[in-house]
């Protein structure tokens, strides 16, 4: 919470002096985040798509609903499934990769060269990352659903005969537009998590190598006896 309001904070001070702002670094957090990322979620999604049009498609043919599969698919994977993907993914890699920069930097004591000189960590650390991850998400998710629909697409022609031309006509009336944009909201919201949890336990690391591979904890203490 205390990393979400001074986000907050240092959003209101760039709109106020954009030019001061971290913009190699967001643009480096951009490209290392998001267009990196491509390949593997492009895999996945394509491979949940042929796995959920396989798993469907069996239980569509014994009710003959074949075309109902075109709903099925667009509908998880647009509003659900590409977004949370996308998510799961990214976290495991990028926020993973968050976390360890920042603690290399505690390590190496560039945080305390950082305060000594008089810069936020929140302003250069946290809100590049935050704002690369807002952005980046909902493209990667978009990306993402597109491939798990060619692989749900290709799944259905082969295992119930559906062309590709039907399926890509009846995916508009199948999915609608509110679809599309609760799925780019929870993008949003779950970039901005991943880059704040990433900060926070990065931020954590104690300056000794042994703290980074595990998460900090609290120290135990007895209850007072009154």
């Given at each position: 919470m205390r990393l979400l309001g001074t986000l907050t904070i240092n959003l209101g001070q760039l709109l106020k002096a954009p030019h001061e702002g971290p913009r190699r670094d967001f643009s480096g957090h951009l490209y290392r985040i998001g267009a990196?990322?491509?390949?593997?979620?492009?895999?996945?999604?394509?491979?949940?798509?042929?796995?959920?049009?396989y798993l469907t498609a069996q239980q569509l043919r014994?009710?003959?609903?074949?075309?109902?599969?075109?709903?099925i698919l667009g509908v998880a994977l647009v509003r659900e499934l590409g977004p949370m993907l996308a998510a799961i993914l990214i976290a495991g890699r990028s926020g993973s990769a968050i976390t360890a920069e920042i603690g290399v930097m505690r390590?190496?004591?560039?945080?305390?060269?950082?305060?000594?000189?008089g810069i936020s960590h929140s302003f250069r650390l946290v809100m590049p990352r935050a704002?690369?991850?807002?952005?980046?998400?909902?493209?990667?998710?978009?990306?993402?659903?597109?491939?798990g629909l060619i692989g749900g697409m290709v799944a259905a022609d082969l295992s119930l005969g559906i062309s590709p031309t039907f399926f890509i006509n009846a995916l508009p009336q199948a999915v609608h537009v509110h679809n599309l944009l609760l799925g780019s909201v929870k993008s949003v919201v779950f970039g901005i998590l991943i880059a704040l949890i990433g900060c926070h336990?990065?931020?954590?690391?104690?300056?000794?190598?042994?703290?980074?591979?595990?998460?900090?904890?609290r120290r135990w203490s007895p209850p007072s006896r009154s």
């Open positions: 990196t990322s491509l390949p593997i979620t492009a895999l996945v999604g394509s491979l949940i798509g042929v796995v959920l049009a014994q009710l003959g609903a074949d075309a109902f599969i075109v709903d390590v190496t004591d560039e945080l305390d060269a950082m305060r000594v000189m704002m690369a991850l807002a952005i980046a998400m909902p493209l990667i998710s978009c990306w993402t659903t597109v491939a336990f990065g931020l954590r690391v104690q300056p000794n190598t042994q703290s980074r591979g595990r998460a900090p904890r």
